[in-house]
């Protein structure tokens, strides 16, 4: 067995102790000591490189293959990582308590167990939880393998004797290795066993899922290097009062990043909603005041969303801003512009955004959105049906233009949508069957062309 020394550094400046303390010898900072190996006498060597060559080559020699993909079946799923699980390649999923990571996986091992050797290792459910629940779900998990263990010694070894071909990790903070005395979930352990399972999934071409949990704030805990370490890293969003859930892509080393998958919790597990545009749009007998559709762009997929706003007379001397699934700050920029650029002041209103469905919006071609939304409210008008509205909005009151404006037409034109508001450098070159598209460059035209 392999002697290993271990030793304590400090994250903020990076001074040694042999031995954990309070406060760090070199600069005084308080917890900021961490456990990290040494040295560890071996003669293979502990640390290998991922790469089978480390010898220096021109980078036009280098063969480049596409890496095959293993579809997991879950189409959202797929659309997220990019068409399926990389071989060799490692993803870590994160979400909240409860929000569905560990059905979604359940859900996906039971379908590719039909055709691929896979295995289950669980560190925080017994064997009978995970069976009560794939009984539940009704998945088929009569091939699915199943390991209850949180040493990584003991789960190396058994991949080695299993040799899967996917492996879910349930979950990362569970897992500790012997080689460091730190507790289960601690930086150093999380560091140390996602990079051994990282080396293992690089050497033998096995996909590995890690879950991941997350702080109170939404990150993912432990050390920011675990997601510099995987290939792609996912986060499960939505309400647990809701059953909709929304796993989106926030890096992925092969394929695109910000891409979306849209999933509804059923009693039979997680549902694939093929069209998520139906989600985001409220169901209004006629048109009501304060109600704007937009198109939003996650990743390569476009989705109608609907924007709601609520202005009213503020009652108080410190007037509210309040935003749901759109950033605050931009809700008080545009505002501003508004005012300014428009000649519509709202600075004694209380101002409510909301995005319909729970969706989070995160580009700036919502402002157009949210500003019409905000004048159909104040000014109590309906907007026309069937109308969609999308552009950024500078402070100086211009009407940008944003990525992809030809499919984000196309997409509202399918769902049956006839009048547009856009920027007037995202006018399609071809005419839209059924759609009359206005383009616009400035704020104020835009409103004017919304309320004729």
């Known amino acids: 067995m392999s002697k290993v020394k271990n030793q304590f550094v400090c994250r903020l400046c990076g001074g040694f102790s042999p031995k954990w303390q309070g406060q760090c010898p070199q600069c005084g900072e308080w917890n900021s000591l961490e456990e990290q190996v040494a040295k560890v006498v071996t003669t293979t060597g ?111 070894h058994a991949l080695e004797r299993e040799a899967p071909k996917v492996v879910v990790i349930d979950s990362i903070q569970t897992i500790y290795t012997e080689a460091l005395t730190s507790a289960p979930g601690s930086v150093a352990q999380v560091r140390e066993c996602s990079a051994q399972l990282t080396r293992f999934a690089k050497r033998h071409g096995t996909s590995i899922l890690l879950v991941g949990h997350v702080t109170k704030e939404g990150a993912l805990a432990g050390p920011r290097v675990l997601e510099h370490i995987v290939d792609a890293v996912l986060y499960f969003e939505g309400d647990t009062h809701s059953s909709f859930r929304l796993i989106r892509a926030i890096k992925n080393r092969f394929g695109a990043v910000n891409e979306l998958g849209v999933f509804a919790m ?139 404006g030809q499919e984000r037409l196309r997409e509202a034109a399918k769902l049956g949508f006839t009048h547009a508001i856009v920027p007037k450098a995202n006018r399609p070159r071809q005419p839209i069957e059924g759609m009359t598209v206005t383009a616009i460059d400035r704020l104020e035209q835009a409103v004017d062309a919304a309320f004729w």
């Open 266 to 404: 059923t009693d039979k597990g997680l549902r694939e909603v093929a069209n998520p545009s139906a989600l985001f749009l409220s169901q209004h007998d006629v048109p009501v005041p304060g109600s704007c559709v937009m198109v939003t762009q996650e990743g390569s997929r476009p989705m109608l969303v609907e924007v709601q706003a609520l202005v009213d007379d503020a009652h108080a001397a410190q007037v509210k801003r309040l935003a749901v699934g759109v950033e605050q700050n931009r809700l008080a920029l545009l505002l501003a512009v508004l005012h300014r650029h428009a000649g519509i002041a709202a600075f004694d209103q209380d101002v409510f955004i909301n995005a319909v469905g729970g969706v989070r919006i995160v580009e700036p071609a919502a402002d157009l959105a949210m500003l019409i939304a905000i004048v159909s409210s104040l000014k109590n008008k309906a907007l026309p049906n069937k109308m969609v509205v999308f552009g950024e909005v500078g402070l100086a009151g211009e009407v940008r233009p944003v990525q992809r």
């Open 46 to 156: 502990r640390f290998q490189s991922l790469a089978a060559d480390g010898a220096i080559k021109n980078l036009s020699d280098v063969e480049a293959e596409e890496l095959p993909r293993t579809p997991t079946h879950l189409a959202e799923l797929d659309r997220v990582l990019g068409g399926g699980l990389v071989t060799g390649g490692v993803v870590l999923i994160g979400g909240d308590p409860g929000i569905g990571k560990s059905t979604l996986l359940l859900q996906a091992l039971a379908r590719l167990s039909e055709s691929l050797p896979v295995l289950y290792v669980s560190g925080e459910e017994s064997a009978q939880q995970i069976a009560l629940r794939a009984r539940r779900l009704g998945v088929p998990a009569a091939k699915v393998r199943l390991y209850p263990e949180i040493s990584l010694e003991k789960i190396l």
